[in-house]
């Protein structure tokens, strides 16, 4: 059995995440280097997978400078962080498993999905929800026409309020400047999941979305600017960073984001309340990426798809799929079997799945579903039909971007001529 060396650019939670992976698969991988600016990531990453001093880089440029010296070059940086370091493993003839969004632009998208297909190499953009037991059960049913001809796909990504606060108002993607768009970061793999299900072009695209309630004016009366500082309705509120934060021990992820820290002591959070984002009132941050938003969707054949991703609710994806002989609902955890109704007999199935999903969880499966399908792709043994080529991922990324065009401009915007114009 082959097995295929990796290097990591980006050690947070993505990277080590994959990585971790990774470890449990030693047969088909190797970790065999790291660049991480953060020495307590890179040297959890460097303990785990056993990595020498002299290939743990606390820059990307060190490391690619050595050449091509792995099979895959696995890129989990912030999101502004992609484009350079995936173009030169590119030019150096590398495989890459890139972490989502591609890029943060249109342009830089356009320009990255070129070169690879200029150089032929693969890069799997790390859309997780194709390899995710739901998504995998419900592309099943589809392409055997259990609901005969899709009509309409109703899809719900509901973000959590609290995920919201934490990842989109304090958290490392509030700010569209400090890294993209909130439908590209946090969408673009539900975008491009309901275009793989459908496997038909999308022709309009049209969005409506805003922040309206995690901004200042929405401040209770006599709230600091840190949570710490004896707010009044502090005992109450959802967002209390004190309670978030620190006296909630359970939470490793939110204490890992706050101090970026592998290991969370109290006193780094305490430190992380009162110096970063991450203690202030949520309606006192420097966010500006919206908080709901409606993506309308016309593709082939008349079909009609809504998505919405809003924060006011408790989380979690659901979807309603709407056939000629038939309708589909699912829900991206374990508890909820997947039901299948049918027109003619009037009679309901159910499918049970087996994936969890959550705040902190592996997308339904998702995460270790592409670790595993990743290998089988780069080795020649990939059979199945949830690895997407970069023509396809870059299509899906860029309807994203044309429902920010859509919502920017308040105008509907024919797909078809926005993505041919990009070829120009």
């Known amino acids: 059995m082959k097995k295929l060396k990796v290097i990591l650019i980006g050690a947070g939670d993505r990277g080590m995440r994959y990585t971790n992976l990774m470890k449990d698969l030693t047969e088909k991988y190797e970790v065999i280097a790291v660049a991480e600016p953060l020495e307590n990531r890179r040297e959890f990453v460097k303990e785990k997978h056993s990595i020498p001093e002299n290939m743990c880089f606390t820059d990307w440029r060190p490391l690619l400078e050595l050449g091509k010296i792995a099979d895959l070059c696995l890129i989990c940086t912030m999101d502004r962080d992609h484009f350079a370091p995936a173009m030169k493993a590119v030019e ?52 055997d026409g259990r609901v005969g001809k899709i009509m309409s796909i109703n899809h719900e990504e509901n973000v959590g309020l609290i995920h919201q606060s934490h ?21 673009c793999h539900d975008i491009d999941i309901l275009q793989w299900l459908l496997q038909k072009k999308c022709k309009k695209v049209q969005s409506f979305g805003s922040l309206s309630y995690f901004t200042e004016k929405n401040a209770p009366e006599g709230a600091p600017e840190r949570c710490h500082e004896g707010c009044p309705v502090g005992d109450t509120c959802p967002f209390n960073a004190v309670k ?15 101090t970026k820290h592998v290991y969370h002591t109290d006193e780094l959070v305490e430190r992380a309340l009162h110096e970063t984002l991450y203690g202030k009132c949520v309606f006192r941050c420097d966010n500006d990426v919206v908080d709901h938003q409606t993506v309308n969707m016309l593709f082939e054949d008349d079909v009609t798809v809504t998505f919405t991703m809003n924060a006011f609710n408790a989380g979690g994806r659901f979807i309603h799929i709407m056939g000629t002989e038939g309708e589909i609902r699912a829900a991206l955890d374990s508890q909820s ?11 309901y199935e159910e499918y049970d799945i087996t994936g969890t999903d959550g705040v902190t969880g592996g997308h339904g499966g998702g995460d270790e579903g592409i670790v595993a399908t990743v290998y089988e792709y780069l080795t020649g043994s990939y059979t199945g039909k949830s690895i997407p080529e970069i023509s396809e991922s870059y299509y899906n990324h860029s309807i994203v971007f044309a429902a920010e065009k859509s919502r920017a401009e308040n105008t509907v915007v024919d797909f078809e001529e926005y993505f041919n114009s990009l070829a120009k």
């Not at 200029?118 to 890069?123: A, D, L, N, Q, S």
């Open 337 to 347: 079997p997947i039901t299948v109704y049918r027109h003619a007999t009037k009679s």
């Open 244 to 258: 978030l934060y620190y006296e909630d021990k359970e939470n490793g992820w939110f204490r890992g984001a706050a």
């Open 92 to 143: 150096l003839g590398y495989d890459i498993m890139l972490e989502k969004p591609m890029a943060p632009t249109q342009e830089q998208c356009t320009a990255l999905a070129r070169a690879a297909e200029e150089k032929g190499v693969h890069i799997v953009i790390c859309t997780v929800l194709r390899y995710s037991d739901v998504f995998l059960r419900l592309k099943q049913l589809i392409d």
């Open 167 to 187: 990842s989109f108002v304090r958290g490392n993607w509030g700010n569209v400047e400090r890294s993209s768009n909130m439908l590209l970061q946090k969408s």
